[in-house]
């Protein structure tokens, strides 16, 4: 696609339960980011493929947040068991190679209740 | 590990006036060196770069700033702003050997143009 696509691109749901978020990355890039913005704040790394693996997960909060990539394309965050703290909104990114620019999709604003 | 620090949350200044966004970086090796804007209920988007070579660098829509590796600065500057300006301004870095793309960000800052 001519972007990074993040669907949905709203979410909202309940306290205790598990949510999906999927990162379509643009065609071609083999680099793929996922972060988290919180109101009023700046992005936190969350976690990076290249490829299909992940050689950082580093930033990950806990042991209910995963993430796969298939294909060398699009990527899933899961978050288990969702807490209130987790509302914020997940943006993907993607680039080309090492060192070059990265691209962001639109995100998902996630808020739990 | 590197941190960013913005130095402004917000700046609100008069359309047509100058305006400059500061960003101080920490940084045990050689750094990449980024701008992103973010406009009300969009995603992020490319200002400009710092790589490598010239230290003044160009990037979209009149923006420019400059890397001092001495201050470990790299702020961002415009000569004369337009409303259209109005966004939150994103610094950010990574450092050599990893991917451009793991950046580290500073919180941001809110550039409010006033008529």
């Known amino acids: 696609g001519a972007g990074v696509s993040q669907s949905p691109s709203n979410k909202v749901t309940e306290k205790g339960k598990d949510v999906e978020l999927r990162c379509d990355p643009i065609?071609?890039?083999?680099?793929l980011y996922w972060y988290r913005q919180s109101l009023g704040q700046g992005l936190e790394f969350l976690i990076y493929?290249?490829?299909?693996?992940?050689?950082?997960k580093s930033g990950l909060p806990s042991d209910r947040f995963s993430a796969e990539r298939t294909g060398g394309s699009v990527s899933t965050l899961t978050i288990q068991r969702t807490q209130q703290e987790d509302s914020a909104v997940y943006l993907c990114?993607?680039?080309?190679?090492?060192?070059?620019?990265?691209?962001f999709g639109q995100g998902t604003r996630l808020t739990v209740v | 590990a590197q941190s960013v620090t913005q130095l402004d949350s917000q700046v609100p200044v008069f359309e047509e006036a100058p305006v400059e966004l500061r960003c101080n970086y920490s940084?045990?090796?050689?750094?990449?060196l980024f701008w992103y804007v973010q406009y009300p209920n969009q995603g992020l988007q490319l200002l400009l770069k710092?790589?490598?070579?010239?230290?003044l660098v160009k990037g979209i829509n009149g923006f420019e700033a400059e890397f001092n590796k001495s201050q470990t600065s790299f702020h961002l500057r415009k000569p004369s702003v337009h409303i259209s300006d109005t966004a939150e301004y994103f610094c950010?870095?990574?450092?050599?050997?990893?991917?451009?793309?793991?950046?580290?960000f500073g919180d941001g800052t809110t550039l409010t143009v006033k008529p």
């Open positions: 493929f290249q490829g299909n693996s992940a050689p950082d």
């Open positions: 950010a870095v990574s450092e050599f050997g990893t991917n451009a793309g793991k950046s580290t």
């Open positions: 940084s045990s090796v050689s750094v990449y």
């Open positions: 710092y790589l490598s070579g010239s230290t």
């Open positions: 065609s071609g890039h083999t680099a």
């Open positions: 990114a993607s680039s080309l190679q090492e060192n070059t620019e990265a691209f």
